[in-house]
């Protein structure tokens, strides 16, 4: 099963040197959790997560904490925002590298990529590395089933 049937075909995505504020906008007002970032042919070249974001104004210490589970509030600290100069910084400054899938490849092919690098959303690109689509793991999902449903409604009507 190709993942291109399963993709969505119309991608929210920023170009490399947008501002960081222009991706607070994309986050805000889109349901995503991830924008790819393209250059101006429309070429991957990495990916900004929500998280890439917030880690703008997460406190340093949180990292040496182990259990966060007593952390119950955060105080002044919930109500900090970048810097100007965190706002103005392009995008390819907070990027990471990309991970895509090829549009040939299989849903379970695309599985295990999104598997292995701890993600939910795996651009698609073509041959030629330009973005044309994002593939959800719920997308992913609901194709790998889908095949599962059709026999198994076969086998309830016989």
């Known amino acids: 099963m190709k993942i291109n049937r399963y993709m969505k075909k119309s991608v929210i995505s920023i170009h490399s040197d947008q501002s960081v504020a222009d991706a607070i906008c994309l986050f805000v007002a889109n349901p995503i959790g991830m924008l790819p970032v393209i250059d101006a042919n429309s070429h991957l070249v990495g990916i900004l997560a929500l998280n890439d974001i917030l880690h703008l104004v997460m406190p340093d210490s949180l990292d040496l904490v182990g259990d966060l589970d007593f952390l119950h509030d955060l105080g ?62 719920v997308d992913v999902g609901r194709g790998l089933i889908s095949r599962w449903h059709t026999v198994s409604h076969k086998n309830r009507q016989t």
């Open 76 to 137: 002044a600290t919930e109500n900090t925002s970048p810097t100007v100069e965190e706002f103005h910084q392009p995008v390819s400054n907070l990027m990471s590298e990309p991970v895509s899938a090829e549009i040939d490849f299989t849903l379970f092919h695309a599985a295990a990529i999104m598997t292995k690098h701890q993600i939910h959303d795996l651009p698609v690109v073509n041959h030629s590395g330009r973005l044309v689509g994002l593939l959800s793991h």
